[in-house]
């Protein structure tokens, strides 16, 4: 008998070409082979959110809350444009709604880099931003984050076919007993199983184990990126501020003057201006600083997949250790001899030996299990190599958009700056032409 | 009548003063005058003369009557008229440079050499060449004081400046100060009366200042600095509405001043405070840039970027630190010397007018007005035509100064922009390059 082994996860897939499947936790739909991108739900339908709205209401413990709720509106695409548009659908979702759909998307696709959403309470503020969830600054840029989340599970090929992700855009009620009713919360793993399985795997694909750290130090990175911005951005907020002040005392002070009067006043004026200009240039650069936040909340989805493939590579690895030790019982069974240690063995020794025909009934059962377990793990090895297959095609799919976007959202800084740049130099000709009038 | 024939007295010019061209050289006559500083001032002299001098008359030898505010006032634009041609018919250039620093056993000090070249015929020499330390300038300042109270003396750079705090040996102070020590040196060549003060001309000239220091009154005129204001005693009723405008100006303008002082102080820190923030922020993208293979040139390149950006606003800083704040607290000096010379005449007034009541309660019957009180109104009325004329000169040349200080601010600050611009321009093609491969 052969030692039972976890394959090496690390084995080209090249037999399945099939579609990924979710074999392993088998989804409520029939399962399809990925949208194109042209399939996608996203091109087949306009999604936004548009509104956001205070709402109080009760909450589980019938106490009085406030929330938000945002509007949610879709349309048809009309492929055969006419101008004539199709009728908008409404519904109206809260924060938690959307937190219980992405958790339902994660249990369920734990192969997929699930979109992040935006964040839940305002971090890395600087002085100006409010840490208020209810400030109307940070509801419309969780507008805009919802928004953004939505286009990316409908623009994702897998994900945009889920039908509870279709109906949390389309059905208004019912739609959490319908989640609810997936069960997908006890598919969900436990946190601590999961964190003994990190510690605990020896042999877990290497890509996997590079992905993690790759998504710790992003993590670190961009907190750290998100951290300083928001320092200098209060920094450069009270560089432009104080210059105020000079609007003000140029305006007393030309009031004195007889032919510099003119000229300090005006110049005065454009101080003003320049210290107003800092607001807009700021809150623009709010959105960059949101486009780095979702890459760095990408990065928890990122390590949630490869703690998934940890999860099942220690499965697979514990099941195959089972098995082994299983087929060794086995045979030390059927051939008398103890070769490791074992309770059996040591009472056998001090009890007496087991009858011919308990030694049999215990080899079948044995002989069952092996059989049971060989079964188990071929298919817990084909999940394996599935899910590794499946969730790096979309890891690789991830890495093309990260870049992508992130490279979209620097050269978007760098124009803020240009901006920025050319803003002040108009300001300060304009004042400059007016002191040469003094 | 031009220049005149070698051998007698050097003719001074009487419509003004004469271009370089015009000018006899120096040692072109022999006239006894050579010898040193003139003791009188020649009855040809232009130029009103110091309050000390009783003799006031214009270019064409016509005593000037001075009861009559009327002569005043005719002196008034008579030297308005000079100050015009000054620009093209100087002919006194002084500069201070190349600072050395001086080791002794008592102490360490620093040194500036004073170029003089000159025309006039109060100098031996065309070109002089000293060298003076802050002592010998401040000197000078106070003998100017002394023997000019009428006048409106130039500010010095502050004399003392707390240890510890400030290097008084570094290069960025010592240069501000040669910049201030350059400045004062120039007013007062600039003006009319001040410059032809004998003081100035031992310091502009003289090999060993020290000695004639010490030889305290000896060489000088027997109408110096004998005149002395009898303070105390004698309070003015009201100060003409003329000069209490001037007072009033002053307040309001240092106090202006100051303010204007602060919010560029506040400024530069805020400005240090926004370059620390950029220092930590710019190596993060360095350090997000070795996480990453194709983001890996565009993050850098937005370091490098800001990096440049970083040395941009530190030139700012120091440029506003080293070239602005000075000139700024140069003319809060200026007013607060310029306010002591208006009570200084306020006293003169009184003494007059105290002089003048008690003349009248004696109630004699119409004798002419005794010498001394008429020596007081000569005082008084002369005191004014110099500061009023003073005033003029130091409101044109005050124009011209802020005129060009704050034309510099905003010149920095443009450059500082232009600089950023650069930067940011220059990346956008390196992030918006697509890699060749894939």
């Known amino acids: 008998m052969e030692n039972a082994e976890a394959e090496p996860s690390d084995s080209r897939p090249e037999e399945d070409d099939a579609a990924p499947r979710s074999g392993f936790s088998p989804p409520e739909q029939p399962v399809a082979a990925a949208a194109t991108m042209e399939d996608c739900l996203a091109k087949k339908m306009e999604i936004t959110v548009s509104e956001a709205e205070k709402r109080t209401g009760r909450n589980a413990m019938n106490m009085q809350e406030t929330y938000t709720a945002y509007l949610i ?98 059905q208004e009620g019912g739609w959490k007993e319908m989640v609810n009713e997936t069960g997908f919360q006890l598919k969900a793993d436990s946190r601590l199983k999961a964190l003994n399985a990190t510690f605990r795997v020896k042999n877990p694909d290497k890509r996997f184990t590079e992905l993690k750290h790759y998504s710790d130090e992003l993590q670190s990175v961009i907190s750290h990126l998100l951290r300083v911005r928001a320092r200098v951005a209060d920094r450069l907020y009270g560089v432009y501020k104080v210059h105020g002040n000079y609007g003000r005392v140029f305006s007393e002070w030309s009031a004195i003057e007889k032919e510099m009067g003119d000229g300090l006043q005006s110049a005065g ?22 486009q780095l936040k979702e890459y760095l909340f990408y990065a928890e989805a990122l390590r949630a997949v490869c703690r998934k493939h940890e999860l099942m590579q220690y499965d697979l690895e514990m099941a195959a250790q089972d098995l082994t030790s299983k087929k060794q019982q086995c ?47 071929k298919s817990k090895n084909l999940e394996g190599r599935d899910f590794v297959k499946s969730a790096w095609a979309d890891i690789e799919r991830f890495k093309e958009q990260k870049n992508h976007d992130l490279k979209e959202a620097l050269i978007s800084y760098a124009v803020m700056q240009i901006s920025m740049c050319k803003k002040g130099i108009q300001v300060w000709t304009n004042a400059k032409e007016c002191f040469s009038k003094m | ?15 003004g003063p004469k271009s370089l061209r015009e000018m006899p050289h120096p040692l072109a006559t022999s006239s006894s005058e050579e010898m040193g500083p003139a003791l009188t001032p020649s009855p040809d002299l232009l130029l009103p003369r110091s309050i000390a001098d009783k003799d ?67 100098f031996d020499l065309p070109e002089y060449s000293v060298r003076r330390r802050y002592q010998d300038f401040d000197w000078l300042r106070n003998k100017l004081e002394e023997s000019q109270p009428t006048h409106l003396i130039p500010p010095l750079p502050e004399k003392f400046v707390v240890k510890g705090v400030v290097d008084r040996f570094s290069e960025e102070f010592v240069e501000t100060r040669r910049k201030a020590l350059d400045k004062f040196l120039k007013r007062i060549t600039d003006h009319p009366v001040l410059s032809f003060n004998e003081h100035f001309n031992v310091f502009l000239t003289a090999k060993d200042l020290n000695a004639y220091k010490k030889q305290g009154m000896a060489l000088l005129s027997k109408m110096g600095e004998s005149v002395k204001y009898v303070t105390g005693g004698y309070k003015l009723r009201s100060r003409p509405l003329e000069f209490a405008a001037i007072g009033e100006y002053l307040d309001t303008f240092s106090l202006k001043l100051g303010t204007i002082d602060r919010i560029a102080q506040r400024i530069i820190k805020e400005q240090l405070e926004y370059l620390v923030e950029l220092r930590e922020y710019g190596p993060v993208y360095s350090t997000w840039g070795g996480l990453e293979v194709e983001l890996s040139e565009p993050l850098e390149g937005v370091s490098a970027c800001i990096g440049n950006c970083c040395t941009a606003l530190e030139e700012l800083s120091e440029d506003m630190t080293e ?53 007081c109104q000569d005082r008084v009325e002369c005191f004014n035509a110099d500061l009023k004329a003073d005033m003029e000169r130091w409101q044109n040349n005050k124009r011209q100064d802020f005129r060009q200080l704050l034309m510099g601010m905003a010149d920095k600050n443009i450059q500082y922009y232009e600089k950023c611009l650069t930067a940011w321009e220059s990346i956008i093609p390196l992030l918006q390059d697509k890699p060749e491969t894939k």
């Open chain 1, 73 to 170: 509106e879709t349309r048809a695409v009309e492929s055969q444009g006419e101008g004539q548009c199709a009728p908008v659908d409404s519904l109206w979702r809260r924060y938690s709604e959307f937190e219980l759909l992405r958790n339902y998307l994660s249990v369920t696709y734990p192969h997929i880099v699930v979109p992040p959403l935006p964040e839940k309470r305002a971090d890395f503020v600087w002085h100006k931003l409010s840490a208020d969830n209810m400030d109307p600054d940070f509801v419309e840029r969780r507008r805009i984050g919802l928004e953004n989340f939505l286009l990316r599970v409908a623009s994702h090929p897998v994900l945009c076919q889920d039908k509870i992700f279709y109906s949390f855009l389309t």
């Open chain 1, 269 to 290: 004026h454009h101080m003003d201006v320049y210290a107003a200009s800092i607001d807009d240039i700021l809150e623009e650069e709010e959105h960059y600083a949101d």
């Open chain 1, 331 to 377: 045979e030390e069974l059927a051939t008398g001899t103890v070769r490791t240690f074992s309770l059996k063995g040591m009472t056998s020794k001090l009890f007496g030996q087991e009858t011919p025909e308990q030694r049999e009934a215990k080899i079948k059962v044995l002989e069952e299990q092996i059989q049971e377990g060989e079964e188990q793990l």
């Open chain 2, 1 to 15: 009548m031009s220049g005149g024939a070698a051998g007698a007295p050097k003719p001074l010019p009487s419509s």
């Open chain 2, 56 to 122: 006031l008359s214009l270019p064409n030898g016509t005593p000037v009557d001075t009861s009559s505010p009327a002569s005043s006032s005719s002196l008034l634009n008579r030297l308005q008229l000079d100050d015009d041609l000054d620009g093209e018919t100087r002919d006194l250039f002084v500069t201070v440079d190349d600072p050395k620093k001086h080791v002794c056993t008592m102490e360490t000090y620093i040194t500036y050499r004073v170029t003089t070249k000159t025309t006039r015929a109060e």
């Open chain 2, 323 to 375: 070239d602005f704040l000075p000139v700024l607290r140069e003319y809060i000096l200026y007013s607060e010397s310029m306010k002591n010379v208006l009570k200084k005449r306020d006293q003169v007034q009184a003494e007059y007018e105290a002089k003048l009541e008690a003349v009248a309660l004696k109630k004699e019957d119409r004798p002419k007005v005794p010498t001394d009180v008429e020596k």
